[in-house]
Each structure stands twice: as structure tokens, then as C-alpha cells.
């Protein structure tokens, strides 16, 4: 089990080659699919002919009219959405991944510092305000970045820093964010409180074109990927991975900012999404093992799609009428997650 | 309640004999609720007994709706406190207020002594309304689920605050004024109707909602009528299939909700093609009262005005 003990591997064997370009082509293509079949369902019938007319017309190859309804709800309802729940699914599991190596914490996910708390309180400040979308994406990640600065202050205060001390600030913070949330759901008024019930739940009918978050999210795998085999020495723990020379320190500085900021794009998009950050990468970890050149990627490439065949569910199971996304990501995450667990017989988790 | 000047015109006017006849029947059940041992019995909308020795003098409003009825039902004086949102009419904002109508201060009721509370089944928590009824205060409790219904409430409210003459009187006025609207535009050129509750998230009414029959009194179709919610919420595609004739939305306040006008960029469906997209306020439309009055007779010009886009169409 050479990928259990990553940090010896100074490079790729071509049989680890192999294995990679297996599981990273085999999930790109399982986002591919999901990304058709989320464009080809919902209430319009739209058929693969339109999108291919569309794209021709798009790119300049065709000049022969498109379907004009199917042209609009597939370039103005669907994609933006889709694309916006790949990218989504993306940081949500990056975060999570990142987050449970920074913790040493198989518990840990993206929320557990309280990004999305903090997000919350900005978001339904804005809805019991009556502000427009706009408003409310921006508290959010105003409140999420709080979050952010706040833990990091708090964990460092006094002078001590450790994951656990960060651990613990997180979680107490979290848990006062729940508190104003719940102050706040109770005060709201009926036709608001439908509205922050949808955003706590994780909900992308909200979501645009994601735009800068993509670009973050490009940023981020890059960075990641950087941070691979450094991250796979801290799996032997910190005294070994100082002595083969990680500074680990600014590692952890790292990795909590990247996490933090990743959760915090995601939940300015799509609300605070269940679940998916936890159980995705438990997921790829007991598929593939632990080698984070390997991991980061797939893990990126399968919340990616789980989320988008979730959101597909979420607005198709029982149209017209919508569930929350976050409804049915746990819905498939669990059973996947107990199956991959009940047959693994590593000893990782 | 100047805001309902036009609508008091035809009060005196009758709709003929049918009305009356009815009304007559509704004052002799009024009257034989009423005879029993100098007391009050009556029966609320869940079919529960509720017995006052006497009218009430002190009666707590549990629901915005209600408070807004026994004003119009000439007991607005005898209400000595409310629910939050209590907001219409304009001295209903001044009374003393014992919580939002999901969270009720009980302690704070049982203090002012109230001689009867008006609770609202789908508003308030069941729990909450089965405590005051252990304390022995009366309990009435409504709701509203026809439009037929609110009549009926007003005179009720009447004859346990012995207001009759005027809860009587605007009562009649409410069944003349919906009886006109509905003969004069019910059996119309149907209009098909989407009905716009919320826009984030997209939430629409079923058949079993209030607003449901104001779309039909109108003759209008609801294109979400058979969904199985009362609220459903739903997406633009939806929107996009069933294709509605008229789009009409309430928001939050008195002014039209700016994201009505997001609709302009769906010009497939037939609502924006013809520009109808209507505006009521939710106090006209939303709220179980007399007002609703006000917001029929709002989407019934409304709907005229789509029959004639409608026309003009093969």
C-alpha cells in the first residue's frame, strides 16, 4: 500500500500514473455527464439537438435559427446553475479535505470554524432587510470573511497556536453565530423566513453565472496542488513532517486560509450546502488513499458532480414544485458514504 | 377606511331579493345562537363551543386578520391588545401587543383579563391556544378558508362584542359587493392566472388558498391551482410551461415589487409579450378581511384588461 506513505514517493511509479489519469478522467466525465443531463431536465423539454444548435450558433459555426425558448432557459436558467453548482460541489469538498487535514480531524468539515455561521448572519440580515440578491451574496461573504479574521485572532490571541486551540474557537464561535441565527429566524416575518429557511438549507436557485468564483477556484486547486506533497508529510504527523523539512506553521496558516475562503465563496453562491464538505472527501480518501496529488483533484472533480446531479434532483424530483439542494445531497452523500465505508477495509478512517 | 370609499357605494344598493332572503336566514341563526340564558353561545370555525355570559368588553386578537375584522365589525374599541403586524386600521398600531401570533405571551394575556381571544388555527401554535383554554379564558378560533366565510366571521365577532348592527351591516355589504363582482365577471373569457407570492424563493398559491377563489370570483384560472401544497414554491421554468395569460404579485408593502419586472426578460411568456404584469398590495389580497374586497375589485379590472389583450390575439 505505497500510498500510505506518501511522503516517500518522490515521484509518480507509471502505474500511479495510470490510476490517476483513471479516477480523475472517469470523474471528469461523470461531471460531463451530469452537466448534460442537468441541462437536458426541467419542466421545458429541451433536447440535445437544441444545445448542439446552440453551440454552433454561439461559436459562429452555424447561422441557422435556434429554438428561442430552449436557447433562454438553457443560456439563463440552466447553465448558470449547473455551472455554479460544479463550482460549488468543488470548494465545498476542497474545503472540507483541506479542513480534516488541518484538524486531524475526521469530523471536520467546512463549517465547523463557523464560515458559514458567520455567512448566515450576513445573508439573512440582508433578506430581513429586504435587500435584492446582490446585497445578500455580499453580507454573506462579508460575514463569512468575519468569521475568518475573528477564529484567526481569537486562536492566536494568546500567543499559543495549535489546530486544536483553533478547533475549539471555531466550534464556540460557530455555536454564538447559531444562537444570533436562531434569534433571528425567530423575529422574521412569514414571507422572509421561507426565504432563510431555503439559504440555510443550501439552495442554488439563487445562483449566476459563478464568474469570480470559478476563478477562485482555479487559484485554489493550483495552490492546492502545490501544497500536495507537504500536506502528505503532515500525515505522519507534525514532529516528522518538521523534521523532513515542512515548515509547518505557515502550512497550517495556509490551509486554514484557503479552506476558510473557499467556504466562504461557496456559501455566498449556494447557501450553506450540508454535508457534501464532510463525507466527499471520506469518500475519495477510501477510494483512492490518502496521497493528496491524487486526492485534491478527485475530490474537487466528485463534489463537483455529486452536487450537480443533487441540484438536478432538487428541481426535477417532484416539479414544479423546488427542494433545497441540501435536502438531497445528504439524501445520496449517506447511503454512498456507508456502502464505500461497510466495504473498505483500510484502515484510515 | 377611506381607502374603501368606492366600495361603499352600492352598500344600500342590494343585489335583489336572493341577498336579502339570505341575510335574513344569517340574522335568525345569529339570533338563535344568541338565546341562551341571557347568555352568548356560538360556535367557532374548528365547530367549538364558545359561551360568554355576556358581550365582551376585553377581547385579545391573536392574528393581524382578526384584529383588522373586529374593527370593521364595529368592536375595535373592546380589543385591548394584539398580535404584532396588528397594522390596519391605523389605530390598531397603537395597541398593546402580547407577541408575534407564533410566539405568544401568555403571561401578559392572562393579565389583561381578557373576556375572549381570537385565535387563528394556521397562525397560532395549537399548544399555546389549548394553555389559555386550561386558564379558563374563552377561546374563539378561526379559519378562514372561503371568502364566503368572512361575513360570517364578522357577524360572529359581532354578536360576542354586541356590535350586531354594524358587524351585521358590513357583513351584508361584504356578500353585495362580492355578489357584484363575481356576476358581473366571474363567467367571463377565463384568464389564465400566475400568481406571484414571493420572488426569492419563487413561491406561488394552490387551489386551497384564499387568493385562489379571489382568481376565480374574477374569472381567472390559477395555472399552479392543482399543486399539492397551499404555498408551493416553484421555478421559472414552471412559469415558462404554463405560459399564464397574467402575472400578478403582491412583495412586501404598498409599492410594486421591483422584482416583478425581472419577468421582462421572458417575453415567451404570453403575460410579458402583452404586458400584464399586475401589482395588488398583500394588505388588499393576502389577509382574510373586508379589504380583500379591495384587491378583487382590483384584480377583476385587471383581468378585464388582459381579456382585452387577449382579444386582440388569434
Known amino acids: 500500500?505505497?500510498?500510505?506513505?506518501?511522503?516517500?514517493?518522490?515521484?509518480?511509479?507509471?502505474?500511479?500514473?495510470?490510476?490517476?489519469?483513471?479516477?480523475?478522467?472517469?470523474?471528469?466525465?461523470?461531471?460531463?455527464?451530469?452537466?448534460?443531463?442537468?441541462?437536458?431536465?426541467?419542466?421545458?423539454?429541451?433536447?440535445?439537438?437544441?444545445?448542439?444548435?446552440?453551440?454552433?450558433?454561439?461559436?459562429?459555426?452555424?447561422?441557422?435559427p435556434v429554438n428561442a425558448l430552449s436557447a433562454t432557459v438553457i443560456t439563463e436558467l440552466r447553465l448558470p446553475r449547473s455551472l455554479s453548482a460544479l463550482v460549488v460541489g468543488a470548494e465545498l469538498a476542497l474545503a472540507g479535505c483541506l479542513m480534516q487535514v488541518l484538524l486531524r480531524n475526521p469530523l471536520a468539515d467546512p463549517y465547523v470554524l463557523g464560515v458559514s455561521g458567520g455567512a448566515a448572519v450576513g445573508a439573512l440580515f440582508s433578506i430581513m432587510a429586504g435587500l435584492g440578491s446582490f446585497w445578500v451574496s455580499g453580507s454573506a461573504f462579508v460575514g463569512a470573511l468575519t468569521n475568518l479574521l475573528l477564529v484567526f485572532g481569537l486562536s492566536h490571541a494568546s500567543g499559543v497556536w495549535s489546530p486544536s486551540r483553533l478547533l475549539l474557537t471555531g466550534v464556540v464561535t460557530a455555536a454564538g453565530w447559531g444562537a444570533v441565527i436562531s434569534f433571528m429566524l425567530s423575529i422574521g416575518e412569514d414571507n422572509q423566513l421561507r426565504g432563510m429557511l431555503f439559504w440555510l438549507m443550501g439552495?442554488?436557485?439563487?445562483?449566476?453565472?459563478?464568474?469570480?468564483?470559478?476563478?477562485?477556484?482555479?487559484?485554489?486547486?493550483?495552490?492546492?496542488?502545490?501544497?500536495?506533497?507537504p500536506l502528505n508529510m503532515m500525515l505522519r504527523g507534525e514532529l516528522q513532517a518538521k523534521a523532513l523539512g515542512v515548515a509547518v506553521y505557515p502550512l497550517q496558516i495556509t490551509l486554514y486560509l484557503l479552506a476558510s475562503v473557499l467556504t466562504a465563496s461557496a456559501v455566498t453562491q449556494a447557501g450553506s450546502v450540508g454535508f457534501l464538505g464532510l463525507v466527499v472527501p471520506h469518500i475519495l480518501r477510501l477510494s483512492i488513499g490518502s496521497d493528496h496529488r491524487l486526492l485534491l483533484p478527485a475530490t474537487a472533480l466528485a463534489g463537483a458532480c455529486l452536487l450537480l446531479l443533487a441540484d438536478t434532483l432538487a428541481r426535477t424530483l417532484i416539479a414544479p414544485q423546488q427542494l433545497p439542494v441540501g435536502v438531497i445531497t445528504a439524501f445520496i452523500g449517506v447511503p454512498v458514504f456507508l456502502w464505500v465505508l461497510q466495504k473498505s477495509n483500510r484502515g484510515t478512517i | 377606511m377611506n381607502t374603501s370609499a368606492p366600495l361603499l357605494q352600492p352598500r344600500n344598493l342590494g343585489s335583489g331579493y336572493l341577498v336579502k332572503i339570505f341575510v335574513f336566514f344569517l340574522l335568525g341563526c345569529s339570533i338563535a345562537m344568541s338565546a341562551h340564558a341571557g347568555g352568548i353561545e356560538l360556535q367557532d370555525d374548528l365547530n367549538n363551543k364558545v359561551v360568554l355570559p355576556q358581550p365582551a368588553q376585553r377581547i385579545v386578537s391573536l392574528a393581524p386578520s382578526v384584529t383588522e375584522l373586529l374593527f370593521s365589525a364595529g368592536a375595535g374599541s373592546k380589543v385591548v391588545a394584539a398580535v404584532d403586524y396588528s397594522d390596519f386600521p391605523e389605530e390598531a398600531k397603537t395597541l398593546p401587543r402580547v407577541g408575534g401570533y407564533t410566539q405568544l405571551d401568555i403571561e401578559r394575556i392572562l393579565a389583561l383579563r381578557p373576556d375572549v381571544v381570537i385565535g387563528w388555527k394556521s397562525g397560532n401554535h395549537p399548544a399555546a391556544l389549548e394553555q389559555l383554554r386550561k386558564l379558563n379564558i374563552p377561546v374563539y378560533i378561526t379559519e378562514t378558508r372561503f371568502l364566503d366565510q368572512i361575513p360570517t366571521t364578522l357577524e360572529r365577532f359581532g354578536l360576542m362584542a354586541g356590535t350586531q348592527a354594524?358587524?351585521?351591516?358590513?357583513?351584508?355589504?361584504?356578500?353585495?359587493?362580492?355578489?357584484?363582482?363575481?356576476?358581473?365577471?366571474?363567467?367571463?373569457?377565463?384568464?389564465?392566472?400566475?400568481?406571484?407570492?414571493?420572488?426569492?424563493?419563487?413561491?406561488?398559491?394552490?387551489?386551497?388558498?384564499?387568493?385562489?377563489?379571489?382568481i376565480e370570483a374574477c374569472g381567472g384560472q390559477n395555472v399552479f391551482a392543482e399543486l399539492n401544497t397551499i404555498a408551493p414554491r416553484i421555478d421559472v421554468e414552471a412559469v415558462l410551461k404554463a405560459n399564464p395569460d397574467a402575472i400578478v404579485a403582491s412583495g412586501m408593502g404598498i409599492e410594486r415589487p421591483e422584482w416583478l419586472d425581472e419577468w421582462l426578460k421572458w417575453p415567451a411568456i404570453k403575460a410579458v409579450k402583452n404586458h400584464q404584469l399586475h401589482f395588488i398590495p398583500p394588505g388588499h389580497i393576502q389577509r382574510q378581511t373586508v379589504r380583500v374586497l379591495l384587491g378583487t375589485e382590483r384584480l377583476c379590472q385587471q383581468l378585464e384588461q388582459t381579456r382585452h389583450t387577449m382579444d386582440g390575439q388569434p
Open chain 1, 1 to 64: 500500500m505505497t500510498q500510505d506513505r506518501p511522503g516517500k514517493n518522490v515521484s509518480y511509479s507509471q502505474q500511479q500514473k495510470l490510476r490517476a489519469l483513471f479516477w480523475l478522467g472517469g470523474l471528469a466525465l461523470a461531471c460531463i455527464l451530469s452537466l448534460m443531463l442537468s441541462l437536458l431536465t426541467g419542466s421545458i423539454d429541451v433536447v440535445i439537438a437544441d444545445i448542439w444548435q446552440l453551440i454552433q450558433y454561439q461559436t459562429g459555426l452555424s447561422h441557422s
Open chain 1, 203 to 229: 439552495d442554488l436557485s439563487r445562483a449566476t453565472l459563478p464568474g469570480w468564483h470559478g476563478l477562485f477556484l482555479l487559484i485554489s486547486l493550483t495552490i492546492s496542488a502545490l501544497l500536495a506533497r
Open chain 2, 166 to 214: 354594524q358587524a351585521q351591516q358590513e357583513a351584508e355589504h361584504f356578500r353585495n359587493t362580492l355578489h357584484r363582482l363575481k356576476t358581473q365577471y366571474q363567467h367571463k373569457t377565463p384568464v389564465r392566472v400566475f400568481y406571484q407570492v414571493w420572488n426569492q424563493p419563487l413561491i406561488t398559491i394552490n387551489r386551497q388558498n384564499l387568493i385562489n377563489q379571489v
